[in-house]
């Protein structure tokens, strides 16, 4: 594996926050309290303080999860090293349907190698992977592109089996799964993956049962470790953060519109809108998880009104009731566990430029966010129709027809290519002579509207050449698709758009020692892989 890089500012839909997070800092460093590339410097940080019960009790609550799903050597020995004082890298996302897009694995991955690099100079560091399992987008968890060995994109998708607005990780996956698995195996040709999906989602595991399953038995050799957030244990011990949340809402509420204030100032978008009306909490009502408003000192779920002491009193009764927004899960999660990073995606590093805000409110401190890996892999056709056409990645991340086009030129007749080049080699040494006698006669403004008009059109003729060599030719219309396919799907960069387990299922499990080694947290950037 070769792994080349690419700037984040040069991927396509790179948001302008992200851009300047990775690659100019000072831009956006009153939002952010590290500089990604200085991520180990947390090394020779201290800690922060830690209670000793709440780690005890943490502890103990990693172990019950973990064991659920498969609890391996390495796990059990990052287990000891936690009860001992270790610090956590901790990263996550909702349990999606097998594993959901690539962009996962290169989460999870990612962490393990920062807690590993952490712990390697000096500051111990464990692994954990926190299942978002509370959201109620069951449309984004439930389905999933997956990627044949031929190259053939397919979704797959699962009906819900619970009420809408139900915690997508509770949801039972039901007897359908069976049918669906099925098929996922038969698609991705029968091996190791398929048994192993077939093995973790069955009819009486849930969302988040079954995606635990599977991302222990993938990453369960380096010692990542698993917690789902719906544990009522971890609401209970997460109490202190709902009741600030609720009984600072107001205040928290303006700081987070004077930051979103600040970043749209500063020439960013708020990856949250915040209102006058808006707080951090979810309430379930009746298994639905609503949305907690505010409104001249009164709260509302819905149509049930709440004075603040009611809800205050609703939180200390039943805190399982209740979950945190986008903007206080990271508050939530690093108040129960020892965190020295979270690695995130670039839309979860837009969200820690406002949660900043919440952090300073409710933990007095703000945790370290930093990029996850980002990558896109190249099979060894891709790699052939690459150099064979003189591509990079970069000028497949167009849309379909632009690389069909883009193929068209670069494959034109080798005698029409140079005559083409002969042409323009022509015109620029006519053009050139022209042009100097034109400027003694106080002409050189229309001499280079004319000289512009006719490279327009040599450039147009030899587009219709391409295009006419492109109706002829219907090799080259497979490879820009199978191009476009691959590394651009649905205009979607690879890793956010196919799963995780189709390549797995291409090239075997093997594959992530390989990402393992490969994938660079310290560069910043995203990598270009062949394997």
């Not at 926050?17 to 100019?24: G, H, K, Q, R």
């Not at 069976?178 to 069955?202: D, M, N, P, T």
Request: hydrophobic share 40%; glycine share 8%; aromatic share 8%.
């Amino acid at each position: 594996m070769g792994p080349a890089c690419i700037p984040y500012p040069e991927l396509p839909g790179t948001t302008r926050i992200f851009a300047d997070y990775t690659s100019a800092f000072e831009r956006v460093r009153v939002f952010y309290p590290l500089q990604p590339q200085r991520m180990y410097d947390l090394a020779g940080e201290k800690g922060g303080e830690y209670p000793a019960g709440l780690r005890a009790q943490m502890a103990n609550i990693l172990e019950r999860h973990n064991r659920q799903w498969g609890l391996t050597p390495q796990g059990e020995s990052n287990l000891q090293k936690l009860r001992a004082g270790a610090a956590a890298v901790v990263t996550g996302q909702q349990p999606v349907l097998f594993g959901g897009p690539a962009y996962g694995l290169y989460k999870a991955l990612t962490a393990i190698r920062v807690a590993e690099e952490l712990s390697r100079r000096g500051r111990e560091c464990v692994p954990i992977f926190w299942l978002a399992s509370e959201d109620h987008d069951f449309a984004e968890v439930s389905q999933v592109k997956l990627r044949s060995r031929q190259g053939e994109l397919k979704n797959f998708v699962i009906e819900s089996t619970a009420i809408a607005g139900a915690q997508v990780g509770g949801v039972t996956l039901g007897e359908q799964i069976s049918q669906i698995a099925e098929a996922v195996a038969e698609f991705l040709c029968k091996g190791e993956v398929s048994e192993l999906l077939r093995r973790c989602y069955s009819a009486q595991e849930t969302f988040s049962s079954s995606f635990a399953r599977m991302m222990s038995s993938l990453l369960g050799f380096y010692g990542l470790l698993f917690l789902d957030a719906r544990d009522p244990e971890l609401h209970a011990l997460a109490l202190p953060v709902y009741e600030g949340a609720a009984k600072r809402a107001a205040e928290i509420d303006q700081a987070l519109m004077a930051r979103g204030k600040a970043l749209e100032h500063a020439g960013y978008h708020q990856q949250v809108k915040v209102t006058a009306s808006s707080t951090l909490l979810f309430m379930n009502q009746e298994g639905v998880r609503t949305p907690i408003r505010r409104a001249n000192g009164e709260f509302a779920a819905g149509t049930r009104k709440l004075k603040e002491a009611e809800l205050e009193a609703k939180i200390k009764e039943a805190p399982q009731e209740f979950s945190g927004s986008a903007l206080l899960r990271p508050v939530i999660q690093d108040f129960l566990l020892p965190t020295v990073a979270y690695i995130g995606g670039p839309a979860e590093v837009a969200y820690f430029a406002q949660a900043g805000v919440v952090y300073e409110k409710l933990l007095g401190r703000v945790t370290p966010i930093l990029p996850r890996c980002g990558a896109t892999l190249l099979d060894a056709r891709d790699q052939r129709l690459l150099k064979s056409n003189k591509l990079q990645v970069k000028q497949v991340w167009q849309s379909a027809s632009t690389v069909r086009q883009l193929l068209a030129e670069r494959n034109l007749p080798h005698e029409l290519e140079e005559q083409f080049e002969r042409a323009e080699s022509a015109l620029d040494a006519a053009l050139s002579a022209v042009g100097q006698r034109l400027e003694k006669l106080a002409l050189s403004d229309a001499a280079k509207h004319s000289e512009s008009k006719m490279r327009y059109q040599l450039k147009r003729l030899r587009a219709r050449a391409a295009q006419a060599e492109l109706r002829r030719n219907e090799e080259i219309s497979r490879h820009a698709e199978a191009l476009s396919a691959s590394l651009y799907p649905h205009q979607q960069l690879q890793e956010r758009e196919i799963g995780g387990v189709s390549y797995l299922a291409s090239f075997g499990t093997g594959l992530l020692a390989q990402l393992h080694q490969a994938l660079k947290p310290e560069g910043v950037q995203h990598q270009i892989i062949e394997v």
